[in-house]
């Protein structure tokens, strides 16, 4: 029985307590043998941090803009599906723990409570996630509905043409989704709205720069918590390389295996904008409702103000790339 957590790690326990089985089993899963799942965290524990001394950090400003909005940190809560198998108030909750910590919620497609419920829920800036179903007149009502309502941009995922199998609703949606969908369906959702579009699923440099030529507001560089294809690359392995491809044409945004406020500094140093947190957040709202997610969310901004103090960068835009070395920068130096 795990007390009272003393790091975002320990909430996970607590959910598996908390939490039947077959509900933890999906929160907590991964694609086919799970190495991208296990990758995703290991791979920040091989970037080591470069600090530097004799800073003033007395004073410590952790906060930055996303899409001109101000929040007090660089952490959003990413998409993730059906809240409500975690606790009764499910994205309610969320939402207004996102509130109360001062950040964005990027609400789930497969959202358990209503665009309407949670937009009425409390006041704050949010995104909407959307997938394209092979009736594209249902995605037009959606992303009408979220422009409604106040959400103030759209996440478009396009890492899933097909769902991993095993459930109903991925068998749901495999047969709803529209695998068809390509770069010129980008143009198609222009044409419908006026939110920004941000496009999460990228992996690879060369796909970062077709993102940026067809004018989304953002990318951000994930596997779909490693839900999707294992065996793809750690997220944190190839942020760098769609920061590069990009030249800052558009921020880039990170999520996969963020656990500690150290693991947000790195994707920092390595050129993201924020990072997103998923599977934390469901953790803390199974463990302990709306308090939960916000103990998970003060954790991470906890950690990451002592990380940034203790590494001489009393603001956001003072972490570079400087601070970090590589495994393969490493392994370079020694040879």
Not at 321 to 329: D, P, Y
């Amino acid at each position: 029985m795990v007390g009272e957590p003393l790091n975002v790690n320990e909430f996970q326990e607590l959910a598996r307590e908390a939490l039947p089985k077959m509900y933890n089993d999906f929160y907590a899963g991964g694609a086919e043998d799970q190495y991208t799942l296990k990758e995703n965290v290991e791979a920040f524990r091989r970037i080591m941090i470069w600090p530097r001394i004799l800073v003033d950090v007395s004073r410590i400003d952790m906060s930055t803009t996303v899409l001109g909005y101000k929040i007090s940190a660089p952490i959003l809560i990413a998409p993730t599906a059906l809240h409500k198998l975690a606790h009764p108030e499910g994205e309610v909750a969320t939402a207004r723990a996102a509130a109360a910590c001062k950040t964005i919620m990027v609400l789930s497609f497969a959202s358990s409570c209503t665009v309407v419920e949670v937009a009425s829920s409390c006041q704050a800036v949010r995104f909407f996630q959307l997938y394209v179903y092979k009736q594209r007149e249902i995605a037009a009502v959606l992303v009408q509905r979220a422009e409604r309502n106040g959400y103030k941009a759209l996440v478009l995922t396009v890492d899933t043409p097909r769902l991993d199998n095993g459930s109903n609703l991925a068998a749901y949606a495999n047969k709803a989704m529209d695998a068809s969908i390509c770069w010129k369906d980008i143009e198609w959702l222009k044409s419908i709205t006026n939110l920004p579009i941000l496009i999460k699923g990228v992996l690879t440099g060369e796909d970062a720069i077709k993102a940026a030529e067809v004018g989304v507001a953002g990318i951000m560089v994930s596997n779909h918590g490693a839900r999707q294809l294992d065996y793809t690359d750690a997220t944190i392995n190839v942020l760098e390389e769609v920061v590069h491809a990009v030249r800052g044409r558009v921020p880039v945004f990170f999520d996969g295996g963020v656990r500690r406020g150290t693991d947000i500094f790195k994707a920092l140093a390595l050129g993201a904008q924020a990072v997103l947190v998923g599977r934390p957040v469901i953790f803390g709202l199974a463990a302990k409702g709306e308090y939960g997610v916000r103990q998970v969310i003060q954790m991470l901004k906890d950690e990451l103000e002592l990380t940034m103090a203790l590494s001489g960068c009393p603001s956001v835009k003072d972490i570079t790339r400087r601070h970090v070395r590589t495994e393969r920068e490493r392994l370079h130096a020694m040879l």
